[in-house]
């Protein structure tokens, strides 16, 4: 589209020259100290600047720029009147100034140029090929722009199509040089003049004053011109913001509180995780239905192991260093380093020395007995004592530091001590998880990680392993840990022997399914490529109305959360913002969130952007009001 402005010539008796310029509808940037979002022509709220005071030289011009939204100043209140503008400074004016319909590609135009506030003008300038950028392929946007390149980027802006030869130039500007032009037709309609020796020196770093008043004269305001109206009053800024949301967790896979209602509704285990993971299948599996999984416990300098029986009486310990064990009768082992090697201290103060220690305790496959269980401290992310049923420890020596393990069978054992779901929830609901969680530990099982010796931590960047805790756990009336170890025994087929030989798990295409889910969400999963970023055919955004039922009792169907003015306005990149609007997409998560500041600039982030910036319980924010 083409629009009409008027530019004022300076010949005595001229009158304003009208004359055609290119121009295209309008995008918005991020605001910068000293830049504004604000789309040319918008209502802007107009501002003084301490070094403008009204009868200075450029008063005028920047007071116009800032009424039209093109300028907001620098946060001290200046507008920096007599430093020289950046490359990047210029585009963001022109861009401004022009008002465009234009969208910048993804990728920045400039290896040397950000994501940020300058991208779009510079992509702009680009695009219309007013600017090419240096030989050597950047833009160098910090760096000052001299007179004459300026001159040359706003008349490649604005395009005149002037009727008559431009008449007046410059000695020190050469004709047929890069910018003669430009400066040429500034200079003929009085827009700029050179200085009292008569030269224009294009090679000189223009201001932002100089080059404000440029940009006042070629929009058509004539020095006569009314000034401008006063500012209204100004805008309350909230000092904090509440954050309205739903759901707990990354949103991929099974909603737990969503698996809890469909089970109440009636639904089966394999009704559910078909559900959410299809069309990943539930199957039987031989698939290392007897093997064993390590559990990493803790990483320490030193460690005592207590055992006791399940009755509370003090339990044993096996010590075996290499090849040889030795009985403790007293339940105590106290573990520590030394030159590379774990040394087991027993209590009639006998050492063992070995790169590896493995610890037994009766009740066990390796140790048939009373039924016994031994305690780590400082397991579960060095958060407690964990207290353990089944398997045995294994204690090798990681970077000058205990690492234990936890070895146990994962089809059964290892589920019995997992504390993802309280045992009190419905049977399927409970099946569910079980087989959920086995097809995760599974999918960890292809290799041990050196780092821990390990194939899972026992804490949530795994699953939340609280071993004995978890399968005892009753009240004075119910073995609420009972109800969890049927789910897991219900997903299981064992022999006459009571060794699983085929259990339950989530598989896809030959493979076991990466079972990954979530607490809740806010009513529809997402997509994982959303969250992390690889696709997975199983793994997609479907509406999840059972996470929010009312049968789910889900606590987080509903939160809120108080963020300050500073997190926000950062998150923005803004100085301050008084509202927030927010664009859902199809998984009922934010796509977009756009800020307004008191001065009616907009600033648009993405929802990851934004989760990024301003951690929260989930993705689901419904809304974010003023305090």
Partial sequence: MTTRLRVVRAAAAAAALAITFTVLPATTLPATAA???ATAGSSATCRTFSDARPGSTYHRAITWMSCEGITSGYADGTFGTAKPISRAETAAFMYRMTDPDFTAPARPPYPDVERDWSHTPIAWLKDRKIISGYADGTFRPEQQITRGEAAKVIYGVIRPKATTKPARSFPDVKPGSAVHTAISWFASEGIISGYAD?????GQAITRGEIAKIIHGIAGETEDAAPPSPAPAPVKVPASFTV???????????????ARAMAAGGSTATQILDYYYNPATVADSAHRAAENIKVHLTSTTTSTITSKTTTGTTGWLRVRAGDVPVTSSTGRVTLSVSGGGVVATLPNGAKKTASRVT??????????????????????GSTGTLELRHGSLTVTAIGGRLNIVNELRMTDEYLYGLAEMPSSWPAAALQSQAIASRSYALRNMGSVKTACDCHVWDEVRSQKFTGWDKEDERSATTHWGGRWT??????VTRNSAGTPIRAKGLWYGGAV?????????????????????????????????????????????TWTATITQAQLAKAFGVKEIVKVSIKHGQDLTPLTLTATTATGQTATITGKAFRTAVPLKAAWVRSITAL
């Fill in 244 to 258: 309205t949301g739903s759901g707990w967790g990354h949103g991929v896979g099974m909603s737990q509180y969503g």
């Fill in 486 to 491: 049927d789910a897991v025994n219900a997903t």
């Fill in 359 to 380: 610890l037994e305790w009766p009740g066990t496959r390796p140790w048939p007995g009373t039924p016994t269980t031994v305690r780590v401290p400082n397991a579960n």
């Fill in 513 to 557: 399914a990466d079972a990954t889910y979530h607490s809740a969400n806010g009513g529809h999963t997402r997509n994982s490529q959303d969250v992390w970023t690889s696709a997975v055919p199983y793994l997609t955004a479907r509406p999840d109305p059972f996470s929010m039922a009312a049968s789910a009792n889900n606590p987080n169907a």
């Fill in 198 to 202: 008569g030269t224009f020196r294009p």
């Fill in 35 to 37: 830049t504004s979002t």
